[in-house]
Protein backbone atom coordinates (compact mmCIF):
# COMPACT_ATOMS: atom_id res chain seq x y z
CA UNK A 1 0.00 0.00 0.00
CA UNK A 2 1.56 3.25 -0.94
CA UNK A 3 0.94 5.98 1.73
CA UNK A 4 -0.11 9.52 1.34
CA UNK A 5 0.73 12.81 2.58
CA UNK A 6 -2.23 12.34 4.92
CA UNK A 7 -0.81 8.71 5.85
CA UNK A 8 3.07 10.51 6.05
CA UNK A 9 1.36 13.39 8.78
CA UNK A 10 -0.49 11.29 10.73
CA UNK A 11 2.46 8.95 11.25
CA UNK A 12 4.83 11.39 11.99
CA UNK A 13 2.18 13.15 14.51
CA UNK A 14 1.82 9.81 16.24
CA UNK A 15 5.58 9.40 16.59
CA UNK A 16 5.69 12.63 18.12
CA UNK A 17 2.96 11.90 20.30
CA UNK A 18 4.22 8.44 21.64
CA UNK A 19 7.93 10.25 22.34
CA UNK A 20 6.14 13.09 24.37
CA UNK A 21 4.30 10.35 26.48
CA UNK A 22 0.77 11.03 24.71
CA UNK A 23 -0.52 7.82 24.34
CA UNK A 24 -4.19 8.76 24.07
CA UNK A 25 -3.52 10.76 21.43
CA UNK A 26 -1.05 8.14 19.83
CA UNK A 27 -3.93 5.93 20.13
CA UNK A 28 -6.64 8.21 17.99
CA UNK A 29 -3.80 8.78 15.23
CA UNK A 30 -3.71 5.05 15.12
CA UNK A 31 -7.36 4.59 14.76
CA UNK A 32 -7.00 7.54 11.86
CA UNK A 33 -4.12 5.83 10.55
CA UNK A 34 -6.47 2.33 9.78
CA UNK A 35 -9.43 4.09 9.08
CA UNK A 36 -7.85 6.70 6.68
CA UNK A 37 -7.17 4.33 3.42
CA UNK A 38 -10.69 4.25 2.26
CA UNK A 39 -9.77 7.82 1.20
CA UNK A 40 -7.24 6.27 -1.48
CA UNK A 41 -9.41 4.55 -3.23
CA UNK A 42 -11.00 6.18 -6.78
CA UNK A 43 -13.70 8.25 -6.96
CA UNK A 44 -16.90 6.71 -9.01
CA UNK A 45 -17.13 7.76 -12.30
CA UNK A 46 -20.27 9.05 -13.59
CA UNK A 47 -20.82 12.56 -15.60
CA UNK A 48 -18.79 14.93 -13.43
CA UNK A 49 -15.49 13.60 -14.24
CA UNK A 50 -16.46 12.98 -17.63
CA UNK A 51 -17.42 9.59 -18.15
CA UNK A 52 -21.29 8.23 -17.98
CA UNK A 53 -22.08 4.71 -17.85
Do not use: N, Q
Amino acid sequence: MTSCATCARLKHEKAKAMEAGDYRRAADLELKIRHHPDGHKMPPFGPRWGWIA
